[in-house]
């Protein structure tokens, strides 16, 4: 069973530049998880789509967006961005109603 | 404000020595998780815990969950070198609306030979 894939695994931007990343689930995964990781802050919880709808939110500002699709593939956008961006950002896959998260190895973002 | 605080942040022990890490929180949670990430990797879910004062083991890994829901402990044994990595807690404050996962900042745990 394939795992969850997330591309580009690593990017370059510059600040006020805009970024896309791609995720696939699991196959069967309906949910769809996003955190933003980095060495001060740790993982925190951008948000979660289930069937196509936002079901929960972080405290990240406006700039960050996701979407899912009908096949569950995610993406999440983040706009303008600020040197303070640059993380590791992961998406993860679960079941429905199990909380169980299965991630992916994340796509790098730099930001110069 | 973190909600939930692991500790400590960084161990570095030798080969065969044991450890402990604390996740508290001052939340009540549905369940509490337990990861494992290597560089350039996902994190991986080793184990779950749902009901107050539950312990489970994975061969040389054990976990506790605290009565209250609140807290839980990971004690590992006789660690060894393949041991090391980034070990996080989360804590699933399960709504209506669906999971939402809290993570604590993390143990970085070396394990030297």
């Known amino acids: 069973k394939a795992g969850v894939t997330q591309t580009p695994r690593y990017l370059i931007k510059t600040r006020g530049q805009q970024v896309t990343l791609s995720c696939s689930p699991i196959?069967?995964?309906?949910?769809v998880s996003w955190y933003q990781q980095t060495p001060g802050q740790g993982l925190q919880f951008l948000f979660e789509?289930?069937?196509?709808?936002?079901?929960n939110k972080g405290n990240f500002p406006g700039r960050f967006s996701g979407r899912q699709f009908s096949n569950s593939r995610s993406e999440m956008n983040v706009s303008t961005l600020e040197l303070g961006d640059s993380a590791l950002y992961l998406c993860a896959s679960s079941r429905e109603n199990t909380g169980e998260l299965f991630f992916g190895e994340g796509s790098r973002l730099t930001v110069l | 404000t973190q909600l939930l605080e692991q500790s400590p942040q960084f161990l570095s022990i030798q080969e065969g020595e044991n450890l402990t890490v604390y996740c508290n929180s001052s939340s009540v949670f549905s369940s509490l998780q337990w990861y494992r990430q290597e560089p350039g990797e996902g994190p991986v879910l080793l184990v779950t815990v749902v009901t107050g004062g539950e312990v489970k083991k994975l061969k040389r890994l054990t976990f506790q969950f605290g009565d209250a829901r609140k807290d839980s402990s990971l004690h590992i044994t006789a660690a060894q070198p393949g041991d090391t990595g980034l070990y996080l807690c989360?804590?699933?404050?399960?709504?209506?609306?669906?999971?939402?996962?809290?993570f604590g900042q993390g143990t970085e745990l070396s394990v030297k030979p």
């Open positions: 989360a804590g699933d404050l399960r709504n209506n609306q669906g999971g939402k996962l809290i």
């Open positions: 789509y289930f069937s196509e709808t936002q079901r």
């Open positions: 196959s069967g995964h309906r949910s």
